[in-house]
């Protein structure tokens, strides 16, 4: 019974790939190569350090080991946490769950496959991270084609533990709470683990570890070195699977049967009772419980219509978790950025504006704008239609989700500018032209997202997911940096004969992007025939 | 009024709307026909959701491909299915519509509320739309078609999942906006709609019109005493009881 079911998971996951037409088959490899661009420089970056360690008489092997132990424990505690979210979808929200409780299923078989579903769903993050680094563990110990194998048949099973542990929690909390209510705190809980993760990774600086690069630190390996003697990480999951995996490479298969089946007992126990606890309250629909937005019916009186168009977009940006989510996480990137700035910043200011220093800001700012705008025209949904057949020029809707988009991302710039000039001593006028440089990167950013978004659609109104196709999911990033980073060239390159001058022209340059890509977004999508 | 001047439409290579001519006046014109018969394609040609292969459509005297927004302020329009604004409540949903449609703000708030009142909304006007049901979601999709009192009224299927109170209500309406010169074309499968309401039929197969008239006429054609539903399966094909009979052993 629960074979067929799966086949629907291992279709789902597969959709994500699929575009719905007929695609040539370069086209879908694309997308994965461009997705593997981080597993791979994980996977080669690690080689070398390892290698470096192994090198070293007093770290070795058992170095390699402790770091790899921490740094799966640590993937470990972000899968259990970042499986809330999935857990309250998948055991109790997904609109699947009416239509298979009406089938003469049994609950147990139901529940199998969403807790599968679920987990297979959650483990993105060890594939990204966790599975190159024992990939290069493998490798670096003479690269046993068994222990690879035994990679793919065990991975599942730590990730299913994960699963199983934030399930198992999510079921406690769903007993007595709305289930709707605490995903979405799970939701912006994820969020912010996300961003302390990185901000940690930025501050820890991980080459300073690695024996080969400039930043080598010797006082820090000694320091990590005493605090992995101190732990004790054989009683975690994350462990078993690292010994398991271990004793294989260095080809002593004995020592792998303990931690092998302590492992697979903990994996199929913890499914089992999960299955059991979640069939047991048969109830499959969660309603929501009816939250209340005050009417405001004097807002504006003369019904203007850009204002409303204007106030829908903002309202749809602060009522959807996933893109508030998103907000969230990129506000907090923006503000943390000039911390994390490098010192060098600050050098040549005093001999008029220098941008270098704070290219990196500048452009990450408008790869951020780029990404959500992206979304916007897709996040429309099905309720597009009613915008396609009312007598309104699509230019308007578009210029309105741009200046939304706009105004939010100004913010950021204003904080982030300010917090930046604290830091370094700006001077005010310094100041103000990086602020102004950082709004018209962000203008840049929005409309070339939103018009790679329109331009390059799959117009599957569904599911906002899908409407790029992934290959430009991982390029439109790229067109946005091209497109600010030739403005600021000419910008940088026309400051040192005139300031003014290089303002107007590069305003001119950001107009000319913005009228253009509205041009030929609404022309698209005023021609757009809804299917 | 709604001219169309042999459009037709194909998905791909499949025929939806095959070389359709018709002209509605200011009255109640239902459109009849099995499903997948080409009405929801002929319907999203009408409002320009849908380009069409060949031929023209004139909404008041604008062409929807030439002067689109011209002939866009001359219809209001209910979808099949209700796609509406999950995150928005139908309050702020409907406030958008009047702004788009340009109503000034205190016209168009009573009649929002009149609306809300007449379809029983008023408890819900401030609620996510993804939290109501589908028969609520469907109301408010007819709330933001009527709300600016449009010349032209295109609705598909608009009966579908309301109860009985809201069908009354809707068809009451519909005669009241045919009474004061406004054209209404709706799309529907239930043939006592049609047979007490419709000044005129139109019956759709296989993306061509296979009759078209009033009841009167209709049944002319045929035979003096048929009801509208013989009159259907003759044109659109006989019920098979006798396939219905295998499948029964
Ligand atoms: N998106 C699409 N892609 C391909 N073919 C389509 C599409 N939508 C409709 N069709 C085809 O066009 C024809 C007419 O469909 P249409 O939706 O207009 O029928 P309908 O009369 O509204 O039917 P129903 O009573 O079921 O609503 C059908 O044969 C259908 O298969
Ligand atoms: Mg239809």
Redesign the pocket.
């Known amino acids: 019974m629960i074979l067929p079911l799966l086949k629907i998971t291992l279709y789902k996951s597969f959709a994500l790939f699929r575009t719905g037409r007929k695609i040539k088959p370069i086209k879908s490899i694309l997308p994965l190569l461009a997705m593997s661009i981080l597993p791979v420089f994980i996977i080669l970056r690690a080689r070398e350090m390892f290698e470096a360690w192994l090198l070293v008489p007093q770290l070795g092997a058992s170095f390699m080991l402790s770091f790899l132990s921490s740094a799966l424990l640590g993937l470990f505690v972000v899968l259990i946490l970042s499986g809330f979210p999935h857990a309250f979808y998948y055991l109790y929200l997904a609109p699947d769950l009416s239509l298979l409780a009406a089938l003469p299923l049994a609950p147990r078989t139901i529940f199998l496959q969403k807790f599968i579903e679920m987990s297979l769903m959650g483990c993105g993050a060890f594939i990204a991270v966790g599975l190159p680094l024992m990939i290069s563990m493998i490798w670096v110990l003479g690269g046993i084609i068994r222990a690879y194998f035994l990679l793919l048949l065990l991975f599942p099973l730590y990730v299913i533990i994960a699963g199983a542990i934030s399930a198992l929690l999510s079921m406690a909390l769903a007993a007595f709470l709305n289930v709707r209510r605490i995903r979405r705190f799970f939701v912006y809980l994820t969020g912010l683990i996300i961003i302390l993760v990185w901000a940690g990774l930025q501050f820890l600086r991980l080459s300073r570890l690695n024996p080969l690069s400039d930043d080598f630190d010797a006082d820090m390996v000694s320091r990590f070195s005493s605090f992995f003697a101190n732990m004790k990480f054989s009683a975690f999951p994350s462990d078993w699977l690292l010994q398991s995996i271990y004793s294989t490479a260095i080809r002593e298969p004995e020592r792998m049967i303990i931690p092998f089946l302590c492992l697979a007992i903990t994996a199929a126990v913890l499914t089992r009772l999960v299955v059991l606890i979640r069939a047991r309250s048969r109830d499959f629909s969660n309603p929501e419980i009816g939250r209340v937005f005050p009417a405001h019916p004097h807002r504006h009186s003369k019904g203007k219509l850009f204002a409303s168009l204007f106030q829908k977009e903002m309202t749809l940006i602060f009522r959807d978790a996933r893109v508030l989510q998103s907000y969230w996480i990129i506000t907090a990137m923006i503000l943390v950025w000039p911390f994390i700035q490098q010192r060098q910043a600050m050098s040549s200011i005093e001999s008029g504006i220098d941008l270098l220093p704070f290219l990196g800001s500048l452009l990450l700012i408008s790869l951020f704008a780029g990404n959500m705008a992206r979304q916007t025209v897709p996040n429309e949904r099905e309720a597009f239609q009613y915008l396609l057949s009312a007598p309104i020029s699509i230019r308007r809707v578009l210029m309105a989700k741009l200046l939304a988009q706009s105004a939010l991302f100004a913010g950021m710039s204003t904080v982030n500018v300010w917090l930046t000039a604290y830091r370094f001593h700006l001077f005010i006028a310094d100041a103000l032209v990086l602020w102004l440089c950082m709004v018209f990167c962000v203008v840049i950013g929005l409309v070339v997202g939103q018009t790679i978004g329109v331009l390059f659609g799959n117009y599957h109104w569904q599911d906002p997911r899908q409407m790029l196709t992934p290959g430009w999911n991982y390029l439109s990033p790229l067109v946005s940096i091209l497109f600010c980073g030739l403005g600021l060239a000419i910008f940088a390159a026309l400051w040192q004969v005139n300031q003014i001058v290089a303002f107007l022209i590069f305003f001119a340059y950001v107009g000319g992007v913005f009228q253009f890509g509205i041009m030929v977004s609404a022309k698209k999508l005023t021609k757009l025939e809804w ?1 | 009024m709604i001219t169309i001047n042999n459009i037709s439409k194909s ?2 290579s ?1 025929v ?2 095959d070389q359709l001519n018709l002209q509605i006046n200011p009255e109640l014109f239902v459109f009849l ?12 040609l009408l409002t320009g959701l849908l380009r069409p292969d060949a031929g023209h459509i004139q909404l008041n005297g604008h062409d929807i491909q030439i002067e689109p927004l011209a002939a866009k302020r001359q219809f209001g329009y209910a979808p ?1 299915t209700p796609a509406l604004y999950e995150k928005l409540t139908p309050f702020e949903f409907v406030r958008l519509i009047l702004a788009i449609y340009q109503i000034p703000t205190a016209i168009g708030v009573t009649r929002m509320e009149q609306l809300f009142d007449i379809f029983e909304l008023n408890d819900h006007q401030n609620s996510l739309i993804e939290e109501l049901s589908n028969g609520m979601k469907k109301k408010i999709s007819l709330i933001a078609a009527l709300v600016h009192q449009p010349k032209i009224l295109i609705l ?2 608009p009966t579908v999942s309301l109860d009985p109170k809201a069908v009354r209500h809707l068809k009451e309406i519909m005669r009241g906006m045919v009474l004061r010169g406004s054209s209404v074309f709706m ?1 529907t ?1 239930i043939l006592e709609v049609a047979e007490t309401m419709a000044d005129r039929i139109g019956i ?1 197969d296989h ?1 061509k019109l296979a009759a078209l008239g009033t009841i009167e006429e209709l049944r002319a054609s045929f035979h003096v005493d048929a009801t509208l539903e013989e009159i259907f399966l003759r044109l659109t094909g006989e019920a098979s009881s006798q396939k219905i009979d295998e499948f029964l052993q």
């Open positions: 299917i | 998905y791909n499949k939806a709307v026909g099995p499903n997948g018969a080409g009405k929801t394609t002929t319907i999203k099949e598909d299927e799309s499968h759709i993306g």
